[in-house]
């Protein structure tokens, strides 16, 4: 596994628990992932010496976060199975290439320029305000990413993101956020879990809402379509998610993709037949993929090191009653033990399942209140 994040953890848990043995590859001390690997190799991403120990490990490598280095994954391909292949990796590293991919793949994208100098804000439509600044590389969570109503806006943020090649997108008038994820094998064979719907607070993931009975949506066929169909043109191994933004009309845009297992599918641990981790382990094996079928519907709280903390202006963090939480009948606790907890830091999620979304979302909302996460019940 190259990174040591909560999800390389998550990966373990699951690797592990099919048999196989894990090696992570992460330049921290200290990491999710390497306190539950089997190995942990502290190295960077493109330390020659700290691949090479990972090669002579391990017949298969993978990665938990797209900004691992696309040479590093070809390079490792020389000796063992690289899944996804650092080619598919570096079209998602890059807002400008992955954009001009999705479109050729045949799928929607947000009106945008290119923005490489101050000259190409100059000359960008005026449909794209206003819009977001996004840097091409590197961000993530609202990262990397400045609102703009004007053309000086545009220029400010520009130079305030170091003058890097950005996109600039059109601000379209949402009406819903989903996420797909699909697994494809090295033979090509393809499974798609049911979309998640998702709400995002200052960027960041914070709700996503499983309907175990919305598998007749056309809605959600279509996008379905639409990720299988970006997995194929990519040569896809692994676990890939498409983001969505939904438009008036239902009218489908693709937002962007990930080249891993994602926070929107995250409910698949606890509600569906084999989780996406499963899946990534499968992938990697060349076995056939399971099952993505849900059985129960769910929804997913995203728990920041916010909830650490009494107020706004709390400086001392305490411990959130998990007692509280864990009395929800269909509460499922995730920590990703990570020792400081941060405002804004991922620490863990809680997957609430029901039989029906209303039953779901009641349940969320009990556990919203004991952590006092905003949810409209």
């Not at 306190?35 to 017949?59: P, S």
């Not at 309907?211 to 639409?226: F, T, V």
Request: net charge negative.
């Amino acid at each position: 596994m190259m990174g040591g994040g909560q999800l390389g953890r998550m990966f373990c848990h699951a690797a592990q628990a099919m048999g196989y043995k894990v090696a992570v590859l992460d330049p921290a001390d200290e990491c999710p992932a390497g306190v539950v690997a089997d190995r942990h190799i502290r190295a960077g991403y493109d330390d020659r010496a700290g691949l090479d120990q990972l090669a002579d490990l391990c017949k298969a490598v993978t990665t938990e976060f797209e900004n691992v280095p696309a040479d590093s994954l070809d390079y490792l391909a020389r000796r063992c199975r690289v899944s996804p292949a650092g080619a598919a990796v570096a079209v998602a590293q890059d807002r400008i290439v992955e954009k001009n991919f999705i479109r050729e793949a045949g799928a929607a994208v947000a009106t945008y320029a290119e923005v490489r100098s101050s000259s190409d804000v100059d000359a960008a439509p005026d449909a794209v305000f206003p819009g977001i600044l996004k840097a091409a590389r590197l961000g993530y969570d609202g990262k990397g990413q400045v609102r703009v109503k004007t053309r000086d806006e545009a220029r400010a943020a520009f130079d305030r993101l170091g003058g890097v090649p950005c996109v600039l997108e059109a601000l379209e008038a949402l009406v819903r956020e989903i996420s797909i994820v699909v697994v494809r094998g090295a033979d090509g064979s393809t499974v798609v879990y049911p979309a998640s719907r998702n709400e995002h607070r200052d960027g960041i993931l914070a709700v996503s809402t499983v309907d175990a009975q919305s598998h007749g949506d056309p809605l959600h066929a279509q996008a379905a379509e639409i990720a299988k169909a970006i997995a194929g043109r990519l040569d896809y191994q692994g676990v890939l998610c498409v983001e969505f933004f939904v438009l008036s009309g239902n009218r489908l845009i693709v937002n962007e993709m990930a080249p891993r297992p994602h926070n929107s599918g995250h409910y698949t641990i606890d509600a569906c037949v084999s989780s996406q981790f499963e899946q990534q382990a499968r992938a990697m094996a060349g076995l056939p993929l399971g099952s993505p079928d849900c059985l129960c519907s769910s929804v997913m709280l995203n728990i920041l090191g916010d909830v650490w903390f009494e107020s706004e202006t709390s400086t001392a963090p305490r411990e959130p009653d998990w007692r509280a939480v864990l009395a929800e009948p269909g509460a499922k606790l995730h920590l990703y033990g990570k020792a400081d907890a941060r405002r804004g830091r991922k620490m863990g999620h809680v997957t609430c399942l029901g039989a029906t979304v209303a039953e779901a979302r009641r349940s969320a909302a009990n556990v919203a209140r004991v952590l006092r996460i905003p949810f409209e019940g």
